[in-house]
């Protein structure tokens, strides 16, 4: 089942944007979350991997520290707060639930997502 994602937009260079991402019940419940990003000419990476369960996450080196992830349960969405932001994290970001954290963010963890929010746009300059 789709998600549904809101947040997004363009900002400067050390700007901060939160992303959330909501889900049915069942999605939530069962599988894991985060996302992917997509700059354009490359191929989709993930940014983080987010279980809804412990609220243990696995975060791309390329964001560690900048990035955090959190919940809310009663709302079955995850939100994703990214600060500092660069030039180099423009992109299209994509909503993903599935059991993807076991295979990781690389290519393997695409394998693993069940289902994709609509996508939203974040463009830094510089």
């Known amino acids: 089942q789709v998600q549904l994602e809101s947040g997004g937009g363009s900002v400067q260079a050390g700007g901060s944007l939160r992303l959330s991402c909501t889900a049915s019940?069942?999605?939530?419940?069962?599988?894991?979350m985060g996302w992917f990003r997509e700059a354009p000419g490359k191929e989709r990476e993930g940014v983080v991997c987010?279980?809804?369960?412990?609220?243990?996450?696995i975060y791309a080196d390329s964001v560690k520290g900048r990035f955090t992830v959190s919940q809310d349960n009663a709302k079955n969405t995850v939100y994703l707060q990214m600060n500092d932001l660069k030039p180099q994290d423009t992109g299209m970001y994509y909503c993903?639930?599935?059991?993807?954290?076991?295979?990781?963010?690389?290519?393997?963890?695409?394998?693993?997502?069940?289902?994709w929010g609509q996508g939203t746009q974040v463009t830094v300059s510089s």
């Open positions: 019940t069942y999605t939530y419940s069962n599988f894991n």
């Open positions: 993903a639930a599935g059991p993807f954290c076991q295979a990781g963010l690389g290519e393997d963890g695409l394998d693993y997502v069940n289902s």
């Open positions: 987010f279980n809804t369960g412990d609220g243990s996450a």
